[in-house]
């Protein structure tokens, strides 16, 4: 059984950084990427950022703010989040992909006050 577990949510000030964890476990799981998304309250959910074997991709919102990183040793998905602003405040959810199918977290929030 696939799992993906986030950390590093928490409150924090504009301006201020925050780094998420999303450990994946699971017998055989190779997923073909790993990215993160987030829900504002009343809002869809967004892709942020992804990442695969050779490339990253970032919504235009949080390009040079947000880092993606990827510890395939760990499989573990990071995501460095520098700058922060209120509109960020959110719950981040991590996903993985594979040839069969998609994975999510439950998700860690992320409050930026103003």
């Known amino acids: 059984q696939v799992q993906l577990v986030e950390s590093g949510g928490g409150f924090v000030q504009a301006g201020g950084s925050l780094r998420l964890s999303c450990a994946a476990s699971?017998?055989?799981?190779?997923?073909?990427?790993l990215g993160w998304s987030r829900q504002a309250p009343g809002k869809q959910r967004e892709l942020v950022a992804a990442?695969?074997?050779?490339?990253?991709y970032y919504t235009d919102y949080v390009k040079v703010r947000f880092t993606i990183t990827r510890d395939n040793a760990k499989n573990t998905v990071y995501l460095q989040m520098n700058s922060l602003k209120a509109e960020d405040t959110a719950v981040y959810y991590c996903k993985a992909t594979t040839n069969s199918m998609d994975y999510w977290g439950k998700g860690t929030l992320v409050t930026v006050s103003s």
């Open positions: 699971g017998r055989m799981f190779i997923p073909n990427a």
């Open positions: 990442i695969n074997s050779d490339s990253t």
